[in-house]
């Protein structure tokens, strides 16, 4: 049998059935229908060399548009070789001489057909016979007589009569036609569609030679067209990761961003045969097809008869009827009147000459307009057109681009460019500027930063030069240049015009944020409330950690402060460094939402970046990390990522590489990062990156350059005034760094001045920090008490990756001390708590002590999930899948108490506060447990049912 087609299994064994029951003596009439590219054609070679294989005679034709006004034009292609038929040929021949010149074609008489037939008969009496008949809508009208007379006498003969036609062309003669599709049985009417998405995928790597990615991507563009698919595949060339063209129906599918490239002319050359084809089916479907299908792909998105009649000058009826021919012959989807093959869309789009199509464009975004469509609709068009002519075309562009300017920047700043390009009223000329930079804003903030300082400088009034500088000072802030930053509000307050009073005031507040980044700041001197004053100084100095914290709370209260601004942010981090981190996660939590749907990717960023370091302060270091790279790579994309937020986001992944025992890639981080030192002003979050880099100085063996880094850090913390611990640990990290080099007694003063300063704070996560870096640069019974009061301090403390190191340092001095029971249990807690938070390297030193105090680390608790015991996994499991605790208990026969026991148990072994963070440890798709009873009793027990929970 020959090879068998992709995706047509059912239609290869109806032709089998037909033609077996030929080969027995009953012979059938069939009909393939489908739309272009279908398979028709192959699916009638298939058959006839399977009806060959089988020692059937093949006959077969292919009827032509160009030789319908040819009699019996088909015919002749099945009979012309065929023995039996020489002399009803003879009679033939005399019959179309004979209406040679009649003006409408007559109808051959019952003898001719029948002796035709009888030819059939003659024939397949001796050897089975197959007649294949190709585009049956194009035979002329005696054929078609010829071939219905012929499929209602087959029942009796050992003959197949196999026919295919095209959906939705016109016939030469539609009565007959329909006559000969009715004369079919309904299980032998084969209707082909195009393939599905794994047949189309099998059909792609059959065809080889593409990577998947590229395969994706041409079977979407083709619509499973196996003709189209096939031309695709072997057009484009090998190793291509795309599609040869855009995807999608014109100009506006999906959305406004959805620009349509210029086609390379070397593809559109591979594809030209494609697109021959379907011009030649579109100027026979309808006079005005091609014009339609072209303003179709033109519009791109759903369309009506009404707008392609108003969009091509045709009458509203012949625009129906055109849709209508080419929605049967299945170009266009019937619901929306989209073309059903992308590539036969984009081949239009681009065929249409270049004048024409922008002519096309405007005409449609007028329509559209007239019509009352979404402004992106018009746009869309207007963006593609020559000319704007009209005054509400450029208005227009520019409210889109300010809808857009959020969250599609990139779009926006098009927009905008184009209406500057065809002319912009002079009222609105600083408007489409202020548009086109707040679009750079979010593509390149440096030059949005050059745009904007030009733009600035030609301000009108002291309300717009206000504005303009606050702008500006906010970009500049981002792109660590304070001092350029604090100059342009200090000019714009120095202006001639005077200010009003709340301009005024927003100018003042600026600055004092500017002054802060910069290390200028002295309280009182700025326009800051009495609150922030108080919450600044205190922060700064260490004074009262729960005093610090009341404060940030009222702040943080609505409406006081509002959320990512800059008060609001200085209140956030005095709350963290309070030691409140659980409250400083969940207003951030907010704020990341609320950034997003602003769509400011400045916002976003500064929001992400400083989630990730109230994730390190929580141990949270998979969170932590993630936030802080997307951080990264948001800024990267508006070339800001060496700036600002940008070196918070670096400090996060310094650290939590540093956690996670991943010395490479935090060297890869400080390899990537600018000159640690010089060249740059210390500005506040660069602060955080240098004492980040110092640790990593510290674990790559260059503490001497760890140590200079600290100085940096040390006498910058100092010119700003600010000693609290809690704010930058970084005597604790000198105290590191001089143990390593020898310097014990320098490493035991400065963990001991940083203790006393804890302790005046009063936030147990700093003090028990200090603690932890006293005890490593002292010995002996010293060592065990600042250990111990660490582990203490820090039980209570939301910090429990410093708990965990705490715990470490406390086994480790136990252990020096011949306590070695004592070191094991405080050791195994540190490793539990260490898996836990995915802290790699802490948990293979603990390890390693672990086993110098004669313990062993269990080797199945390798993971967060492997720390709980199968009961509590189990409770776990059915718990985070939103079952109840009495149902729970109901359903493996224990007690509620013992249920809510061995769920307590489970989150603090997994660092959690409840039920609701179980999902990220038990995913939805895992198999239910099998429930087991925790306590049986001695009589033997019925087995319970694997039951499939939640």
């Known amino acids: 049998m020959p090879r068998e087609l992709f995706g047509r299994s059912e239609e290869t064994k109806t032709i089998v059935r037909m033609l077996d029951s030929a080969r027995a003596g009953a012979g059938a009439a069939g009909l393939v229908e489908g739309i272009i590219g279908t398979g028709k054609t192959s699916l009638l070679r298939w058959a006839e060399e399977a009806a060959r294989e089988q020692g059937m005679v093949v006959l077969s034709a292919t009827a032509s548009p160009t030789e319908q006004r040819f009699a019996f034009g088909v015919v002749h292609q099945l009979l012309g070789a065929l023995p039996e038929a020489v002399e ?48 049956l809508q194009h035979a002329d009208r005696q054929s078609l007589l010829w071939l219905g007379f012929l499929s209602r006498r087959l029942e009796n003969l050992p003959a197949v009569l196999l026919a295919g036609k095209r959906c939705g062309e016109p016939a030469t003669d539609q009565h007959l036609l329909v006559e000969f599709m009715e004369g079919v049985r309904p299980d032998r009417h084969i209707r082909l569609h195009d393939l599905s998405p794994s047949a189309a995928l099998d059909l792609a790597a059959a065809l080889c030679g593409h990577g998947r990615e590229a395969v994706d991507a041409i079977v979407a563009d083709s619509g499973g067209n196996p003709y189209l698919l096939t031309e695709q595949l072997r057009t484009v060339p090998a190793g291509r990761t795309g599609p040869s063209r855009p995807t999608g129906n014109g100009p506006s599918a999906g959305t406004l961003t959805g620009h349509v490239p210029a086609e390379p002319p070397e593809e559109r050359m591979r594809l030209q045969p494609v697109k021959e084809r379907i011009l030649c089916l579109l100027r026979r479907l ?95 068009h207007l963006l593609r057109s020559h000319r704007l002519d009209e005054p509400w075309m450029t208005r227009l562009l520019l409210d889109v681009a300010g809808d857009l300017v959020g969250r599609d920047p990139e779009e926006a700043r098009r927009l905008v460019e184009k209406a500057v390009l065809h002319g912009v009223p002079e009222k609105l000329a600083a408007h489409a500027e202020d548009l086109r930079i707040q679009a ?255 640790r990593a100085l510290g674990r790559l063996g260059e503490a001497q350059r760890g140590l200079t880094l600290i100085a940096h850090c040390a006498q910058e913390l100092e010119r700003r005034g600010i000693v609290n611990p809690a704010v930058l640990p970084w005597r604790s990290t000198r105290a590191m760094l001089q143990t390593a080099l020898g310097n014990v007694a320098t490493a035991r003063r400065v963990a001991q001045e940083e203790a006393e300063l804890a302790r005046r704070w009063n936030a147990p996560f700093a003090l028990g920090r200090a603690l932890v870096a006293q005890a490593a640069a002292g010995s002996g019974h010293e060592a065990l008490e600042l250990t111990d009061r660490a582990v203490e301090l820090l039980e209570s403390a939301p910090a429990p990756l410093l708990l965990a190191h705490a715990l470490y340092a ?141």
Not at 91 to 107: I, K, S
Not at 310 to 332: H, M, N
Not at 479 to 497: F, H, I, K, M, Y
């Open 88 to 135: 009803a040929w003879e009679r033939v021949f005399a019959w179309c001489r004979a209406h040679r010149d009649d003006g409408e074609p007559a109808d051959p008489d019952y003898p001719l057909l029948s002796e035709l037939c009888a030819c059939i008969g003659r024939a397949a009496q001796r050897t089975p016979v197959l007649l294949t008949v190709d585009c």
């Open 286 to 380: 309808d006079p005005n097809g091609l014009r339609i299908a072209r303003a179709v792909s033109v519009l791109g998105g759903p369309v009506d008869a009404v707008l392609l009649a108003d969009l091509c000058g045709v009458p509203k009826e012949d625009a129906c009827r055109c849709l209508t021919r080419l929605t049967e012959s299945g170009l266009l989807h019937p619901h929306d009147l989209t073309f059903r093959h992308p590539v036969l869309a984009d081949l239009l789009y681009q065929d249409i000459p270049c004048p024409e199509r922008a002519e096309l464009h405007r005409l449609a975004a007028r329509c559209l307009r007239h019509r009352g469509a979404p402004g992106e609709d018009v746009a869309t």
């Open 440 to 694: 750079l804003t979010g593509l390149d903030l440096p030059a949005a930063a050059r745009a904007l300082t030009t733009h600035a400088a030609v301000a009108r009034g002291p309300a717009e030069r206000a504005r303009r500088a606050l702008r500006l000072s906010g970009i500049l802030l981002r792109l660590d240049e304070p001092a350029r930053a604090r100059r342009v509000l200090e000019d714009a307050q120095r202006g001639t015009d005077p200010l009003e009073p709340s301009a005024a005031a927003r100018l003042r507040r600026a600055l004092t944020h500017v002054r802060l980044h910069e290390g200028t700041y002295r309280p009182g001197a700025g326009d800051e409330e009495r609150l922030e004053r108080v919450l600044l100084i205190r922060t700064a100095t260490g004074d009262s950690a729960p005093a610090v914290r009341r404060i940030a709370r009222r702040i943080l209260s609505v409406p006081r402060a509002p959320y990512g601004s800059p008060t609001w942010y200085h209140a956030l981090l005095a709350l963290l460094w309070a030691g409140d981190a659980d409250e400083a996660q969940r207003h951030l939590d907010t704020e990341v939402r609320l950034a997003r749907a602003e769509g400011t990717v400045t916002r976003i960023a500064e929001a992400l970046a400083v989630r990730g370091l109230v994730q390190l302060h929580r141990g949270l270091l998979t969170e932590a990390g993630a936030d802080a790279r997307r951080a990264a790579d948001l800024l990267a994309r508006i070339g800001a990522d060496r700036y600002h937020a940008g070196a918070l986001a670096r400090s996060v992944l310094i650290d939590v590489a540093l956690e996670k025992d991943d010395v490479a890639a935090a060297g890869g981080l400080l390899d990537e990062v600018a000159p640690l030192t010089g060249g740059q002003p210390v500005t506040w979050w660069r602060l955080h990156l240098l004492h980040s880099a110092a």
């Open 810 to 950: 406390a086994g480790r001095v136990h252990r020096q001390s011949g306590k070695a029971k004592r070191a094991r249990e405080l050791l195994h807690r540190a490793n539990e708590i260490g898996i836990s938070l995915g802290a790699d390297g802490l948990v293979a030193a603990v390890q390693r002590e672990l086993r110098d105090a004669g313990g062993r680390p269990d080797p199945r608790k390798d993971s967060m999930e492997s720390l709980l015991t199968p009961t509590e996994r189990q409770i776990s499991e059915l718990a985070s899948r939103g079952m109840s605790n009495r149902s729970i208990a109901r359903l493996l026969k224990v007690s509620l108490r013992n249920v809510e026991s061995h769920l307590t148990h489970s989150y603090r072994k997994l660092r959690i506060s409840g039920r609701h963070e179980l999902a990220k440890f038990f995913p939805p798709g895992q198999d239910a447990p099998a429930p087991v009873l925790l306590h049986q009793h001695r009589t033997g027990l019925t087995p319970l049912p694997q039951v499939q929970a939640g």
